[in-house]
């Protein structure tokens, strides 16, 4: 379905990242791992820079990329600044720099941005206050690149997997997710969520922009 | 003539101008003590109307990028009247009207919206949690409905306003078994940013018009105030972790 086309993956070297990257080679894109805490922008367009070159012009780019710090669950009342800045605004400033490496690597042919923003962003969760802040933010962030950027020929979407699967250690396996009533079961990142991030990146996907798809096995649906 | 927030204390951010000034007079029509943060001189004004109409409201400098400012901010409210009720983040950084290209977004652009919005919103939460369990309160922030769908001309103050409704929908979570709401207002306001983007682009006007089914953005005091007393009052106490579109029609819950 990707045959010939090269995707850049954000923290494709764990985790959910690694997963999708794979899922994307199993669906015969080349794909090469960005890595990074993107922290500076012009660091993180270094990096994408390093990619490309490796790779080869980029048609997509997916941002995977979570420090896995904004997965630590804790009141906000008993959040400290450096945590709540770590969590919240630093997520935000990596998602950004990455939006506009993104955008400068596939300005010239057009292309596809992906952003991982697991579905707390669209319901809230309790003890996760600044990750969940950052997604909002995230989604946002799509929206409006999404807008911007539509004469470019890019889109600009959101797949939204469970928040557990965000956590490093899973790695692209059987989940094993000890969560009872997902209609249509738990989902693994490799065969479940990569497959629809290479919907959002093959040809049929060009009108499809701006949008948020729950890959969360049927909890999150929208109005 | 009720008084649906009497006996309540109520601190505004940025309500030294535009929406935060209409929301601080509406909040004191409705019977409220009024507590205006801002860090300009304009506080003081907003106070001097309220007044003027005998209304209760003090003034208190206050940066609300600033911990410690909010949190003398927050001490102040409940110094005047032995606790607070309610908390209303509004201040928006004063560039939040500016258009930018994804592009052109630098750390410091960046860094405006964030402390502000972002760090203003914790801040806040911070600080008036354990005044506001006590008398079982409400926190109420301001989206945009650019934070809603995005905006091609403003994205940063999308990435920020959206990223609002994120810390609401979690923190309502949070602190629902305490019995503090956490609610969002999305105003389209006439406020002095919407009058200095008209100026750097004439044609927003006659193109905000179009797609506001209202055809007109709404006055702060008397079309958005009385939203926000609502949400602040006896009957929405069942009300949390929603987003309150006051926008003349411009964004439709899906």
């Known amino acids: ?223 | 003539m009720t008084a649906p927030l009497a006996g309540r204390s109520i601190l505004v951010t940025g309500a030294g101008r535009g929406l935060g000034r209409g929301v601080a007079l509406a909040c004191a029509a409705a019977g409220a003590d009024v507590v205006v943060a801002s860090p300009r001189e304009n506080g003081a004004e907003t106070v001097a109307a309220i007044e003027a109409r005998g209304g209760s409201a003090a003034w208190t400098r206050c940066d609300a990028t600033a911990a410690g400012d909010v949190e003398a901010a927050v001490a102040a409210a409940v110094e005047r009247i032995g606790g607070l009720d309610v908390v209303i983040h509004n201040a928006t950084s004063r560039r939040s009207s500016e258009p930018v290209q994804l592009e052109d977004v630098d750390d410091e652009l960046w860094h405006e919206h964030a402390s502000v919005s972002l760090d203003g919103a914790f801040h806040c939460a911070q600080a008036a949690l354990p005044h506001l369990r006590e008398r079982r309160g409400r926190l109420i922030l301001m989206t945009s409905p650019a934070g809603i769908e995005g905006s091609a001309m403003l994205p940063v103050y999308a990435m920020v306003k959206g990223a609002i409704r994120g810390f609401a929908k979690s923190l309502a979570r949070e602190w629902a078994p305490l019995g503090v709401t956490v609610n969002v207002i999305s105003p389209l306001a006439e406020t002095p940013a919407m009058t200095s983007a008209y100026e750097k682009d004439p044609t927003l006007e006659e193109r905000l018009a179009r797609v506001v089914p209202m055809g007109h953005l709404g006055d702060p005091e008397t079309e958005i105030g009385p939203a926000v007393v609502f949400l602040a009052g006896d009957g929405a106490g069942y009300i949390t972790g929603q987003t309150l579109a006051v926008d003349g029609g411009r964004f439709m819950t899906l």
């Open chain 1, 1 to 223: 379905m990707l045959t010939g086309r090269v995707v850049l993956v954000t923290g494709g070297g764990a985790g959910i990242g690694r997963a999708i990257a794979l899922g994307l080679e199993d669906a015969h894109a080349t794909v090469a791992v960005v890595d990074g805490d993107f922290a500076s922008r012009e660091g993180t367009a270094a990096a994408f820079a390093r990619a490309r070159e490796s790779a080869g012009p980029v048609d997509a780019v997916v941002h995977a990329y979570v420090d896995p710090a904004a997965l630590t669950s804790e009141p906000l009342a008993e959040t400290v600044a450096a945590n709540w800045e770590r969590r919240c605004e630093a997520i935000l400033r990596a998602a950004l720099h990455c939006c506009q490496a993104a955008g400068q690597e596939l300005s010239a042919r057009g292309g596809r941005l992906v952003l991982v923003t697991p579905t707390i962003a669209l319901t809230g969760a309790a003890g996760l206050v600044p990750y969940a802040t950052a997604l909002e933010g995230m989604r946002a962030l799509a929206k409006s690149a999404a807008r911007q950027w539509g004469a470019r020929r890019i889109t600009v979407n959101c797949v939204a997997p469970p928040v557990e699967l965000m956590a490093p250690d899973r790695d692209g396996g059987p989940s094993g997710l000890a969560l009872a009533g997902r209609p249509l079961g738990d989902p693994d990142p490799r065969v479940d969520v990569a497959p629809v991030v290479a919907l959002l990146t093959a040809d049929g996907g060009h009108l499809v922009t701006g949008v948020t798809i729950p890959v969360d096995g049927g909890i999150v649906m929208a109005p």
